[in-house]
């Protein structure tokens, strides 16, 4: 097998109840369990993401404007930067959790690092992955990001969208479609919020 999950950022800053929600995130993290217990042995490899935030400078604000700048969030040491507990049991079988942000935004998975084995994109290579599914939160920012850095690594790349959830309908519509415009493949329909 040559194909990856990416499991993106379900953490519960992200989720219902945490500092920068997203509207479904708690039902596509019990989403992401059913189906990676169904179908994990679809996959040559699971991977999972997560912000890590110390200090990301402007990404944080005390007044964001939701584009640039945003709620503190997913702070290391913190309960909002866990993952949620629907997906505990996905994370503790996956092969790396690579996190990412700890001194800048960091929206993309493909940004993160893990201590041993460097970065996403040397792990995939390493094990002689050549195409990646990718799940999470939020479609419209880290998966989108997530899935247009796997595609520009090489990758072939297809969005789980039945598994993500957006923000909003404006910036979930923009993300589909660069990541059609970017040739990335896109299976199903994601959960989106009201922004």
């Known amino acids: 097998m040559t194909r990856a999950l990416i499991v993106v950022d379900v953490q519960n800053d992200f989720c219902e109840g945490g500092s ?73 079988a996956s092969d790396r959790i690579f996190r990412k942000g700890q001194y800048e935004a960091a929206y993309s998975g493909f940004e993160g690092r893990d201590d041993r084995e460097g970065t996403i994109e040397q792990w995939l290579k390493a094990k002689g992955i050549t195409s990646v599914d990718v799940c999470g939160i939020a479609t419209d920012f880290c998966v989108k990001a997530t899935a247009l850095d796997a595609k520009n690594a090489g990758f072939e790349t297809n969005v789980l969208l039945d598994l993500t959830a957006g923000v909003s309908p404006a910036t979930t519509a923009d993300a589909l479609k660069a990541l059609r415009d970017n040739e990335v493949g896109l299976t199903g329909s994601p959960v989106v919020g009201q922004g």
Request: aromatic content about 10%; charged content about 20%; glycine content about 10%.
């Open 20 to 92: 920068l929600a997203v509207a479904g995130g708690t039902k596509v993290a019990g989403a992401i369990a059913d189906y990676v217990h169904a179908q994990g042995g679809d996959y040559a490899t699971i991977i999972a993401t997560a912000d890590w935030h110390i200090d990301p400078g402007t990404h944080w604000s005390d007044s964001p404007d939701y584009v640039d700048s945003w709620p503190v969030h997913c702070e290391v040491g913190t309960p909002g930067a866990d993952f949620r507990p629907e997906v505990e049991s996905v994370i503790a």
